[in-house]
């Protein structure tokens, strides 16, 4: 195959599996609001809600580092 089609595939791949960053860019900010909503809403659960709010946190930062991870193998593979 051609060098071009081939990088340009790997840059086409690379493109829609970055896709996923935006769903989790939309998913931390829904993460949280709600849990600063809920926490003024009634502030004494704060002790519950905060420990849960960093586990979806971590949760949900590592399918972003996973998916950057992916997208580098595409390129640089």
Do not use: C, H, K
Not at 14 to 39: E, R
């Amino acid at each position: 195959m051609d060098q071009s089609v081939v990088q340009s595939t790997q840059y086409m791949a690379a493109a829609i599996a970055v896709l996923p960053l935006a769903a989790v860019g939309l998913a931390l900010g829904m993460l949280f609001s709600v849990t600063v909503s809920a926490i003024g809403r009634n502030p004494s659960t704060r002790d519950i809600l905060f420990p849960i709010m960093i586990l979806g946190f971590a949760l949900t930062e590592a399918i972003g580092l996973f998916t950057l991870l992916v997208v580098f193998l595409i390129l640089f593979a």
